[in-house]
């Protein structure tokens, strides 16, 4: 009987029927839910004070997308997601207006796990899903709130993902998928239980390559899954492995007038990743007897990132003033600017290691039903970050004509470059160079041609200790079959040591040392009137303990380039997140089940990267102030016949909670040399869409074929460089014309936007299938973000006039992909 606890309470966690999901519904199935990112005894979701949303493998796989990411934006409520990186497998997930994002500077609020195992990656908090294989998800849970059991970074909410086993996934299968933008994918996996039934396995491996929609966009993906298990009477052990090797290419924020024909351009190249990835994970569980379960895992991960990003240089002599050679002393700096192209490289390796140990106590107290938890948890993290730049330079000679000097030779770092003569706006070719003396090729792409080209040295070189120790506890006591009390709290204590790897030239050394630690709380009541429906309430807290790169980016008087320099900063604080959340949920009838929640959170000391006022291209992080989240969600979800159908609202208002002022020079309300802008209490911030509206229908057309639709629909959204909410769009076209500070092209605004994408299954027989997936299928052109910037590349694409623009990312045009899969020996996947 113990060890059938311990397998229904996994099983359960990994395919529960969630609400958006719309699987089968019946009211005697109690799903439960640990409360805790490690497996536990397992609490009846129906007296857990929050409205947790679930998924399963076979809606994940059935449904069109390439990462958990596209089933999230498709289904879930409150979330949607942006290719930041402008790579499918690179999206940014936003959840009740805070982020799980792949890009250093992006402000993050969700936790990410797998097995129990925080994958936020230590430089920086990021979530890289392209390093959490789709194939290998066995189920997820998305935990909204300031929960402080799921650890720092849990501001808005933690995502839960447990992976497949031999016991859930038995049989081998072998899948491949084609269709547009030449995406080929290929998979093969097999699970299976030992004779005595003792030892369980499963192994798969997913290669996916395509050349992308966007133009210079090829992706290549190779990623691999494993794990073994061994389970006694009372004990279980999972050792577990992630393997990937992926090489990403993500083409961003494009100028407006440039997408005005063809949608795929892009504006400069390259912009690769390739992430190299290794996950070791042991998890165990013990049953001292009914009512006392243990429960532990281990890890070691080792995350390495290399990036190449091709862009344009600009260098105001002013800013540049502190590291240019003697031979430009008597320069005019206020007339001078270097000009060109520069390939920004990085290598970030990191090393990362530690455990959980927690006992969960299911025993009443006083007579009454009680389940308790504590635990202890220690993280550490080995990070070396190197970036170093190669640049195109030459001097304006138009800036420089009031007493600048050409064909002269300074020195950045002790490393020379060469400046040539002439006019600067005539062409990509570097004045007075030859012909082949180009700062960007014909495709907008680097060039390491011609005298102007120096490799510079290398400026950052940063190596950082990390350490986190936890300390937790939850409790849950039923006073009675209604009433029932939630209270829970963790202790974290986090040491970063940063240690300078280059010299001090007397601009500064990023060796630091900071301690963070703080107590979070949180506290919930839940009252179910009858079996089918509850009421809820919790308030939490949870916080986000500054990163290496944050503390060593965080002085506005040197500012950074990400993912790149650092220098010598003064420290940052903590942000601490605060959360009242109170919903419902229950039955209209026995096939139709609804939800309903409105939170509100208030980040304290909130972290951002900020634009640094003199310094073109670069910013670094700061404590902000208070940022507020608050919002509604409405979910429904039925079954008639062989029809399943879901549907949900959301309205989030993100907001900045007091006044503030960024830089943000193509802002058409920017004032001063520094251009700021101010920003009121109220205004809204970037990127997040006010309302959102998702369906999703599918239908079983026979025993064997079913066909599926979702609707997704967002309305506007703010564009990054408006944070004011105050831009408005200058009527000159200024992709031909050059504006100068404080005119933008088009709107402060996004429009928005809805898309529908189908899905198909085809059961042929003998273990053969067939599936067909389709997006956006109206072919709508919309874009799912924008920003203000500045630009050298008129609407012709040639190298010339600085313009302020409205950069855009569009989102995917109509596509579709067919596939068919073989089963054999079992049925591979999870139901």
Known sequence: MKLKLSAIVALALASSASLNAAEKMTTSTINVFSATPLPSIGLPLNIIPANIQMATPKAINAQAGVSLADYMNNNMQSVSTTEMGGNPWQPEITFRGFSASPLLGMPQGISTYIDGVRVNEPFGDVTLWDKIPNFAIGGMQLVPGSNPLYGLNTLGGAIAMQTKNGRDAKGASVEFEAG??????????????SKDGSVDYFIGHQTTKEDGWRQFSPSRLNQTFGKVGWQSEKSKLDLSYIGTDNNLVGNGFTPEYLLSGDRDQIHTTPDWTNNYYKHLALNGSHWVNNDVMIS??????????????????????????????????????????????????????????????????????????????????????????????????????ELSSAGGRNNGVGEIDDTEFILGEGDSSVSPAIPGGS?????????????????????????????????????????????????????????????????????????????????????????????????????????????????????????????????????????????????????????FTDSIKWNASIYHTMNHRDIQFLRAPLAVNHGYFANVGRTERQGLDLGLAGQLDQFKWNASYSFIRATYDNDM?????????????????????????????????????????????????????????????????????NTLNCGDTGLGTGAACGEGRIKGYTVVNLDSQYNIGKGWSAFAKAINIFDQDYNVSGRLAETMFSSAGVYGTETNVRGLLPGAPRAAWIGVRYEFGGAPEAN
């Open 661 to 729: 002022e960024f830089t943000s020079p193509a802002n058409s309300t920017a004032t001063g040399d520094t251009n700021f802008i101010s920003v009121k209490k109220g205004d809204y911030l970037p990127s997040i869409p006010k309302h959102q509206l998702k369906l999703r229908g599918q239908y079983q057309v026979t025993p064997d074929w079913s066909v599926g639709a979702n609707v997704i629909g967002y309305t506007k959204q703010y564009i990054w460089g408006n944070e004011n909410n105050s831009h408005e769009a």
């Open 435 to 587: 012909e082949n003396d180009q700062l960007f090729d014909s495709n907008r792409a680097f060039t390491a041609l011609g005298p102007g080209v120096q490799p510079l040295h290398e400026n950052t070189f940063l190596k950082s200790k990390q350490q986190t120790y936890s300390i937790f506890a939850t409790d849950t006591l039923s006073l009675n079959q209604q009433w029932h009390v939630n209270a829970g709290m963790r202790y974290n204590y986090t040491k970063v040591k940063n240690r300078d790897q280059l010299p001090d030239t007397g601009n500064g050394t990023l060796t630091a040392d900071a301690i963070y630690a703080r107590l979070n709380p949180t506290l919930g009541l839940t009252f179910t009137p009858n079996e089918k429906s509850a009421i809820f309430g919790s308030y939490s807290e949870s916080s986000r303990a500054p990163t290496a790169i944050e503390l060593g980016c965080s002085n506005p008087e040197r500012p950074c380039l990400l993912p790149a320099a650092m220098a010598d900063d003064p420290p940052l604080k903590q942000v601490i997140a605060k959360t009242f959340d109170f919903g419902a949920r229950g039955y």
């Open 180 to 193: 547009s933008w030449n995406r080929q994918r290929y998979l093969a996996q097999y699970g299976g239980v």
């Open 296 to 397: 532990g895992n281990a890890y070691y991960r080792k995350s390495n990132r290399h990036t190449r990003n091709g862009d344009l240089y600009e260098g105001g002599w002013a800013d540049a003033n502190h590291f240019l050679g003697t031979n430009y002393t008597s320069a005019d700096v206020d007339d001078i600017e270097l000009l060109g192209s520069v390939m920004n490289r990085s290598k970030t390796k990191q090393d990362n290691l530690g455990f959980t140990l927690q006992a969960a106590f299911n025993q009443d107290l006083f007579g009454k039903k009680n389940q308790f938890i504590a635990g202890v948890g220690y993280d550490y993290s080995k990070i070396r970050f190197n970036q170093s730049r190669l640049v195109n330079l030459y001097e304006d000679s």
